[in-house]
């Protein structure tokens, strides 16, 4: 073959090529050690007039440098688009509307029981907690109501198949654990779930939060008590709240209350916790003198608190997990 012809060929060849490998295996066949240019240079050897050696011989390196120009510059080509196929991959199209994923947020129920706990540990109320899963004596006996009392069918339960535990039907059973461990004075709130065996209705479901509030000292009174919840109400509704006591009963408290408030946005008194001073009996349980010691507690329903505050109509819009709904919260 001529040096021309090979020049052509290898002209032709690089016009091809698609990329970086390719070329790079041209330039080893072409300009490599053992390559064509290289043949061509050995074959000079045979030529023994020495004009005519080095007139091929200049011939043979000029060829060499055109054919390494040209693959540089080829070189130089394929790498350019190999990057700007990079960068279309990587392309973001700032036209595009922004898509912000959506956060999550804390459910409104906890949300809520975070706010009272602010509410009551600005006055001086520490934050306690208790076993959702409860045995009789926590659940009804300390609290004063013995087997076979009537008051137990108020609170009917789920119980577990292993004997002697059930799901707490209120948090009342936390009074009786902090008051065995600690001694008065002493003022705690404690929220939780609950459990009641019940049919379910707008204003009624088998699970619930409460938050039960306790309070140990001396002398204390009805007025103490009603003189915290009604400011807890104020900055709750975060306005003015009227409340009503009515008279009412359970067995761990004496006298009993019942308590109802009427927001200023309705007309109408709403029920919404159980209260009253705590019970010389249950005072005696956890060993504290009610000779010496006084107190009073209270137990709201969180849910129903919540319902007012936002206009709920109904309570099983919370254990639903729809998300139009949690998302307005
Ligand atoms: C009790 O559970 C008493 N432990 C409260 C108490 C505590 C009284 C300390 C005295 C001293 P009661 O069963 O009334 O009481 O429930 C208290 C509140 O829980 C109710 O006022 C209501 O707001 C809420 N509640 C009761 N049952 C349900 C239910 N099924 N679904 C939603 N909320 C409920």
């Known amino acids: 073959m001529e040096l021309f012809q090979l020049v052509e060929e290898v002209k032709e060849k690089i016009a091809k090529v698609k990329n970086l490998a390719e070329l790079r295996e041209i330039e080893v066949e072409i300009l490599g050690r053992k390559g064509k240019i290289s043949l061509f240079l050995k074959g000079l050897k ?33 790498a350019r688009q190999l990057e700007e196929e990079i960068l279309k991959k990587e392309e973001i199209d700032i036209s595009q509307p922004g898509i912000k994923p959506r956060k999550g947020h804390l459910h409104l129920i906890t949300k809520t029981i975070w706010q009272i706990e602010e509410i009551f540990k600005k006055m001086g109320f520490a934050v306690a907690d208790g076993p959702e899963i409860e045995t009789p004596y926590y659940n009804f006996d300390a609290l004063n109501i013995p087997e076979n009392h009537p008051a137990r069918d108020l609170w009917d339960t789920f119980w577990l198949k292993k004997k002697n535990y059930l799901l707490r039907t209120h948090t009342s059973p936390v009074q009786i654990r902090y008051m065995e461990k600690k001694n008065p004075p002493l003022r705690i709130i404690a929220p939780g779930k609950v459990f009641r065996y019940e049919a379910t209705d707008a204003s009624h479901e088998i699970q619930f939060h409460q938050i039960e509030g306790l309070m140990v000292d001396k002398k204390v009174s009805l007025g103490n008590f009603k003189a915290i919840i009604k400011e807890f109400f104020n900055e709750f509704f975060s306005e003015e709240t009227d409340i009503r006591f009515r008279p009412s009963y359970f067995p761990f408290t004496e006298p009993s209350v019942e308590i109802d408030i009427k927001p200023k946005k309705t007309d109408k008194w709403l029920e919404i916790m159980g ?15 009610p000779l010496e010691w ?19 109509p ?5 254990y639903k997990g729809d998300l139009r709904f949690i998302r307005q919260f």
């Open 46 to 78: 045979k030529i023994k007039a020495l004009e005519e050696r080095r007139r091929k011989g200049k011939e043979i390196n000029e060829a060499k440098s055109f054919l390494t120009e040209l693959i540089r510059r080829k070189e130089e080509i394929l």
């Open 314 to 318: 109904d309570i099983r819009l919370f």
């Open 294 to 312: 006084t107190g009073f507690a209270f137990g709201a329903g969180i849910e129903r608190l919540i319902m007012i505050k936002y206009n709920i």
């Open 275 to 289: 209260a009253g001073m705590v019970h010389p009996k249950v005072l005696a349980n956890v060993k504290i003198n």
